[in-house]
């Protein structure tokens, strides 16, 4: 995260593969999916994470957030739903 008044990094996030794709961000979570089979939930006042899950494959593309739902497609083929 970068505050963008004076491009000072505020925080960071590490995961186990690589990042390819946009988070899905609302007031308070950023979700974002890893080269490493997980999607990621990280608070974005501080960059701790909440949670993860833990797909069949890397995750390339872009979460979608709607209604209380997270919604990621993995390389495994399927399509999750995760409330």
């Known amino acids: 995260a970068i505050d963008i008044n004076n491009h000072q990094k505020l925080w960071s996030f590490p995961t186990r593969g ?20 997980r999607l990621y939930a990280v608070d ?15 995750i390339t593309s872009s979460p979608a957030v709607a209604d209380g739902m997270v919604y990621i497609s993995s390389h495994d083929g399927k399509l999750y739903a995760i409330q």
């Open 44 to 58: 974005i006042a501080i960059g701790k994470k909440l949670w993860d899950f833990v797909t069949g494959a890397k």
């Open 18 to 37: 690589l990042v390819s794709s946009t988070p899905a961000v609302t007031k308070t979570v950023a979700y974002v999916g890893s080269d490493d089979g």
